[in-house]
C-alpha cells in the first residue's frame, strides 16, 4: 500500500522541553492510523505540525509520496487534510451551514441554499444526520462534532485527523462515530486518530504508532496486539485495569440533597425532587445518559445555579443559598464537567490557577500581600504529585497545556484542599490509562481516609469500578439506588433508560 501521509524523523522543541524527539509516523492510504501516548508525550503536537499550526525544528513532512511544506492550516487544506480539534471551533449563534461555510464562502455572493445542499448530501453521504439550518446552541455536542467532521469534508478533505474525539461524547454516540469513521473509509478516506481510549483503538484503528514522552516507541498491528500490552508500551510499566478497593466502613453523612428541584438554561424542569445522601467513607457514582440533569444537580449543590425548591447539606450545616467560597470553607471540592469554562483561568499561570480557591489564606498571602514563593512551590508540589507536563512548568499559561494535563492539574489542586466531599465530574476525562490509574488509586484513598466522593460519570465501567452505590439518573429524576455489588451493567442501563426495576419484577 502507498503512503498517504509520512512524517520523518520530526522534531519539535518548546522552551523546557522536547514535545517531538525525531518521530516517524507513516499512514497508508485507506488505513485507520491511531496514534497512542501519555498526556504531553507529543501526540497533538505532532498533528498540529501536520496540520500547519506548528513548524518543525527539523524533519521531512511527505503528501502522497511529495515532499511539501505546511506553513498554515490553508495550506493543509489545499493538501486534502483536515482536522477535528480536541475542543471546537464552532461559533454558537451561527447555523450548522454558517459554520461550515465559514472561511471557504467564495465570491461576491454567498449561496446559502447550494450550500446547504451540498451539506445535505455529505450528511446522508456519511450517515451523519445533521440538520443544516440548525444553530449551534441547539445541538448536542456530538452533533457539534459532527459539524466539525462536515466542515472537513465540504473542504473535500481526504486525509481527516480526529484528536480525542470522543472526550465529550456519550456511550451511543462513540458508537455512532465509529461507524462513521467506517464509512468515511469504504469511501477512500484516510484517518489519524489521537486517542487515550485503547477500547476504541481496538474498534477501529489498523495500526498504531505509540509515543512516549516525545520519543517514538513502536509502531503495532492492532489486531494482533493486545490492550493491556500497548497499554505497557505507551507508560513504559504494566497499568493495572481494575481498582484496589478495601472494603468500605461508612459513617455519618457529609452531603444531604433534600428534594432538590432544578431549572435548565430554558426555564424547564432539569432536577426534579431529588434527595441523596453521600457517607464518609464511601463513593456514590451517578448513572445516566448525559443530558438527564446531572449537569443541573451538580451545578446547584455546587453554587453555580438557583436552587428552585429543596436543600443542600454539608455535615449538617445547610448550604443552600451560600456562596461558592462557603461552600468551599464548608468542604466541598469540585472538580467540574467542563475544565476550561470552570476549571482553569485559561490566560493565567498553573501556578496562579492552583490557589485560585485559597489565595487569600495564609500561608498564601498576608494581609493583602501575595506570597508569591510559598505559592509557586505549592503548585510544583502538585504539579509533581500529580505529573502536569507543560513547556514552561508552573509559569505556563493554563491555556497552553494539553487537555489531559489541564484535567490532572484541576484534580491535584482540589485534592491537595483536602475537602471533606469531592463532586468529581468527569474525572478521567482526556487522560491516558496510566493517569486514570493514578486519579482512580487517589479517589479510592480519600474515601478511605473516611472522607466522601459523589462521582459523576459517563463511562459506566468507571462508575462501577469506583462506586460503592450507585444513583441512577433518568430525565431529572432518581431512579434507583443500587448496592454496586448487587448489579450489573445490564440492570443500571435498563434504569438509565427510564426502568424501575423494583417495579418491574413486581
Same mark, same amino acid.
Given at each position: 500500500?502507498?503512503?498517504?501521509?509520512?512524517?520523518?524523523?520530526?522534531?519539535?522543541?518548546?522552551?523546557?522541553?522536547?514535545?517531538?524527539?525525531?518521530?516517524?509516523?507513516?499512514?497508508?492510504?485507506?488505513?485507520?492510523?491511531?496514534?497512542?501516548?501519555?498526556?504531553?508525550?507529543?501526540?497533538?503536537?505532532?498533528?498540529?505540525?501536520?496540520?500547519?499550526?506548528?513548524?518543525?525544528?527539523?524533519?521531512?513532512?511527505?503528501?502522497?509520496? %511529495? +515532499?511539501?511544506?505546511?506553513?498554515?492550516?490553508?495550506?493543509?487544506?489545499?493538501?486534502?487534510?483536515?482536522?477535528?480539534?480536541?475542543?471546537?471551533?464552532?461559533?454558537?449563534?451561527?447555523?450548522? &451551514?454558517?459554520?461550515?461555510?465559514?472561511?471557504?464562502?467564495?465570491?461576491?455572493?454567498?449561496?446559502?441554499?447550494?450550500?446547504?445542499?451540498?451539506?445535505?448530501?455529505?450528511?446522508?453521504?456519511?450517515?451523519?444526520?445533521?440538520?443544516?439550518?440548525?444553530?449551534?446552541?441547539?445541538? &448536542?455536542?456530538?452533533?457539534?462534532?459532527?459539524?466539525?467532521?462536515?466542515?472537513?469534508?465540504?473542504?473535500?478533505?481526504?486525509?481527516?485527523?480526529?484528536?480525542?474525539?470522543?472526550?465529550?461524547?456519550?456511550?451511543?454516540?462513540?458508537?455512532?462515530?465509529?461507524?462513521?469513521?467506517?464509512?468515511?473509509?469504504?469511501?477512500? !478516506?484516510?484517518?489519524?486518530?489521537?486517542?487515550? !481510549?485503547?477500547? +476504541?483503538?481496538?474498534?477501529?484503528?489498523? /495500526?498504531?504508532?505509540?509515543? /512516549?514522552?516525545?520519543?517514538?516507541?513502536?509502531?503495532?498491528?492492532? $489486531?494482533?496486539?493486545?490492550?493491556?500490552?500497548? $497499554?505497557?508500551?505507551?507508560?513504559?510499566?504494566?497499568?493495572?485495569? &481494575?481498582?484496589?478497593?478495601?472494603?468500605?466502613?461508612?459513617?455519618?453523612?457529609?452531603?444531604?440533597? %433534600?428534594?432538590?428541584?432544578?431549572?435548565?438554561?430554558? %426555564?424547564?424542569?432539569?432536577?426534579?425532587?431529588?434527595?441523596?445522601?453521600?457517607?464518609?467513607?464511601?463513593?456514590?457514582?451517578?448513572?445516566?445518559?448525559?443530558?438527564?440533569?446531572?449537569?443541573?444537580?451538580?451545578?446547584?449543590? &455546587?453554587?453555580?445555579?438557583?436552587?428552585?425548591?429543596?436543600?443542600?447539606?454539608?455535615?449538617?450545616?445547610?448550604?443552600?443559598?451560600?456562596?461558592?467560597?462557603?461552600?468551599?470553607?464548608?468542604?466541598?471540592?469540585?472538580?467540574?464537567?467542563?475544565?476550561?469554562?470552570?476549571?482553569?483561568?485559561?490566560?493565567?499561570?498553573?501556578?496562579?490557577?492552583?490557589?485560585?480557591?485559597?489565595?487569600?489564606?495564609?500561608?498564601?498571602?498576608?494581609?493583602?500581600? @501575595?506570597?508569591?514563593?510559598?505559592?509557586?512551590?505549592?503548585?510544583?508540589?502538585?504539579?509533581?504529585?500529580?505529573?502536569?507536563?507543560?513547556?514552561?512548568?508552573?509559569?505556563?499559561?493554563?491555556?497552553?497545556?494539553?487537555?489531559?494535563?489541564?484535567?490532572?492539574?484541576?484534580?491535584?489542586?482540589?485534592?491537595?484542599?483536602?475537602?471533606?466531599?469531592?463532586?468529581?465530574?468527569?474525572?478521567?476525562?482526556?487522560?491516558?490509562?496510566?493517569?486514570?490509574?493514578?486519579?482512580?488509586? /487517589?479517589?479510592?484513598?480519600?474515601?478511605?481516609?473516611?472522607?466522601?466522593?459523589?462521582?459523576?460519570?459517563?463511562?459506566?465501567? +468507571?462508575?462501577?469500578? @469506583?462506586?460503592? /452505590?450507585?444513583?441512577?439518573?433518568?430525565?431529572?429524576?432518581?431512579?434507583?439506588?443500587?448496592?454496586?455489588? $448487587?448489579?450489573?451493567? +445490564?440492570?443500571?442501563?435498563?434504569?438509565?433508560?427510564?426502568?424501575?426495576?423494583?417495579?418491574?419484577?413486581?
Amino acid at each position: 500500500m502507498s503512503h498517504v501521509i509520512e512524517m520523518l524523523n520530526i522534531r519539535k522543541e518548546f522552551p523546557g522541553i522536547v514535545a517531538n524527539d525525531d518521530i516517524t509516523l507513516q499512514v497508508e492510504k485507506g488505513e485507520i492510523h491511531a496514534i497512542l501516548g501519555e498526556n504531553g508525550a507529543g501526540k497533538s503536537t505532532l498533528m498540529s505540525i501536520l496540520f500547519g499550526l506548528y513548524h518543525p525544528d527539523r524533519g521531512i513532512i511527505k503528501v502522497r509520496g %511529495k +515532499e511539501v511544506r505546511i506553513a498554515s492550516p490553508n495550506d493543509a487544506s489545499d493538501l486534502g487534510i483536515g482536522m477535528v480539534h480536541q475542543h471546537f471551533q464552532l461559533v454558537q449563534n451561527f447555523s450548522v &451551514t454558517e459554520n461550515i461555510i465559514l472561511g471557504k464562502e467564495g465570491g461576491f455572493v454567498l449561496n446559502r441554499k447550494e450550500a446547504g445542499k451540498k451539506i445535505k448530501a455529505l450528511s446522508e453521504q456519511y450517515g451523519l444526520s445533521i440538520n443544516p439550518s440548525a444553530l449551534i446552541e441547539d445541538i &448536542t455536542v456530538g452533533m457539534q462534532q459532527r459539524v466539525e467532521i462536515l466542515k472537513m469534508l465540504y473542504r473535500d478533505a481526504e486525509i481527516l485527523i480526529f484528536d480525542e474525539p470522543t472526550s465529550v461524547l456519550t456511550p451511543q454516540e462513540i458508537d455512532e462515530l465509529m461507524q462513521i469513521m467506517r464509512n468515511m473509509i469504504k469511501e477512500g !478516506k484516510s484517518i489519524i486518530l489521537i486517542t487515550h !481510549k485503547l477500547n +476504541e483503538i481496538k474498534s477501529v484503528a489498523d /495500526r498504531c504508532t505509540i509515543i /512516549r514522552k516525545g520519543k517514538l516507541v513502536a509502531v503495532v498491528d492492532v $489486531a494482533s496486539t493486545s490492550q493491556a500490552k500497548m $497499554a505497557a508500551m505507551m507508560v513504559g510499566r504494566p497499568v493495572n485495569f &481494575t481498582v484496589a478497593k478495601e472494603e468500605m466502613h461508612t459513617g455519618a453523612p457529609i452531603l444531604e440533597v %433534600k428534594n432538590l428541584n432544578v431549572q435548565n438554561v430554558k %426555564k424547564l424542569p432539569a432536577v426534579k425532587d431529588f434527595s441523596l445522601q453521600v457517607h464518609s467513607g464511601e463513593i456514590v457514582g451517578i448513572a445516566g445518559v448525559d443530558g438527564n440533569g446531572q449537569s443541573e444537580l451538580v451545578e446547584a449543590i &455546587t453554587g453555580l445555579r438557583a436552587i428552585v425548591s429543596g436543600s443542600v447539606w454539608i455535615n449538617g450545616k445547610e448550604i443552600t443559598n451560600s456562596s461558592i467560597r462557603e461552600r468551599n470553607e464548608a468542604g466541598l471540592g469540585h472538580i467540574p464537567e467542563d475544565r476550561q469554562k470552570r476549571g482553569l483561568v485559561m490566560n493565567s499561570s498553573l501556578s496562579t490557577n492552583m490557589v485560585i480557591k485559597e489565595y487569600y489564606r495564609e500561608p498564601f498571602s498576608h494581609r493583602g500581600v @501575595l506570597n508569591q514563593s510559598v505559592i509557586d512551590e505549592h503548585a510544583q508540589d502538585i504539579c509533581d504529585a500529580f505529573d502536569v507536563r507543560s513547556g514552561e512548568g508552573i509559569f505556563s499559561h493554563a491555556g497552553k497545556l494539553s487537555g489531559g494535563n489541564q484535567q490532572k492539574a484541576i484534580v491535584g489542586r482540589e485534592m491537595a484542599l483536602g475537602p471533606d466531599i469531592i463532586i468529581a465530574v468527569q474525572p478521567t476525562r482526556g487522560l491516558d490509562v496510566g493517569a486514570i490509574e493514578y486519579i482512580h488509586k /487517589r479517589l479510592v484513598e480519600h474515601r478511605d481516609k473516611g472522607k466522601a466522593v459523589l462521582l459523576v460519570s459517563f463511562e459506566l465501567d +468507571e462508575v462501577f469500578n @469506583l462506586s460503592d /452505590r450507585i444513583a441512577v439518573m433518568n430525565s431529572g429524576e432518581l431512579i434507583d439506588i443500587v448496592q454496586t455489588s $448487587a448489579t450489573n451493567e +445490564e440492570e443500571v442501563g435498563l434504569m438509565m433508560a427510564g426502568v424501575k426495576i423494583k417495579e418491574a419484577a413486581l
